[in-house]
């Protein structure tokens, strides 16, 4: 079955700093890939995903993340946080078999920024 | 509409009493799906509705839980005789897919937030 590591439960990094949320996945084959957002009472936003192709894939808000099939990683980075960036951010994979019909979700990791 | 709305967005109940929560996804999109995310753990998977086709219900944690999409459009999760493990965060996605694929992008909305106490 497949799963979804987040590591890092809580980070807080301060503004200007740079970012790096890891994501570790666990899946027979290379996953659909997606990094989500959930600002405060707010539903989640796409941030970005990765289906194939170059590895290194670019998001909204200046994110991006790298998909590296040797480590089953996909994490997420940002190289100058703003304040506005705290929030919680999930990992999920989607899978490439259509009798899984639901994306499986990391446990998120919830980002503070300090001024 | 302009995105995926659900209500209520908090609901307080007592244990052993009957919720109904709303979803009304984006217009247009046959797909809709019915997330819980609990305190601490990521989204759970509970039921997937595409169009006419009978849906995946196979993330139901038990059968106090049931949902319902009339019309191909309006979905309400019911929870019958509520227990206190059953407070979390219901959130509701849609897509605009026809069929189903792991790459579909979801459009999530803000929750209905339940508390049995």
């Known amino acids: 079955a497949q799963s979804v590591t987040q590591p890092d439960i809580h980070i807080t990094v301060s503004e200007g700093a740079s970012l790096e949320l890891r994501c570790n996945y666990s899946?027979?084959?290379?996953?659909?890939l997606f990094w989500y957002v959930q600002s405060p009472g707010q539903g989640l936003q796409l941030l970005l995903k990765?289906?194939?192709?170059?590895?290194l894939v670019q998001g909204i808000k200046g994110f991006e993340a790298e998909f590296k099939r040797s480590q089953s990683s996909f994490n997420l980075r940002k190289p100058s946080v703003h304040w506005s960036d705290a929030a919680e951010y999930f990992c999920?994979?989607?899978?490439?078999?259509?009798?899984?019909?639901?994306?499986?979700f990391g446990s998120g990791t919830r980002l503070q920024v300090q001024p | 509409g302009a995105g995926v709305s659900q209500s209520p967005s908090n609901k307080v109940t007592e244990k052993g009493k009957d919720v109904e929560l709303r979803c009304d996804p984006i217009?247009?999109?046959?797909?809709l799906y019915w997330y819980r995310q609990s305190l601490g753990q990521g989204l759970e998977f509970l039921i997937y509705?595409?169009?006419?086709?009978?849906?995946?219900k196979s993330g139901l944690p038990s059968d106090r839980f049931s949902a319902e999409r009339t019309g191909g459009s309006v979905s309400t999760l019911t929870i019958q005789r509520t227990q206190q493990e059953d407070s979390a965060v219901y959130l509701c996605?849609?897509?605009?897919?026809?069929?189903?694929?792991?790459?579909?992008?979801?459009?999530f909305g803000a929750g209905s937030r339940l508390t049995v106490l």
């Open positions: 999920a994979v989607g899978s490439r078999d259509t009798g899984r019909r639901a994306l499986t």
């Open positions: 899946y027979g084959a290379t996953p659909y």
């Open positions: 990765y289906f194939s192709g170059d590895t």
């Open positions: 217009s247009g999109h046959t797909a």
């Open positions: 509705f595409q169009g006419n086709s009978a849906p995946d």
């Open positions: 996605a849609s897509d605009s897919s026809r069929t189903y694929s792991g790459a579909n992008v979801l459009t």
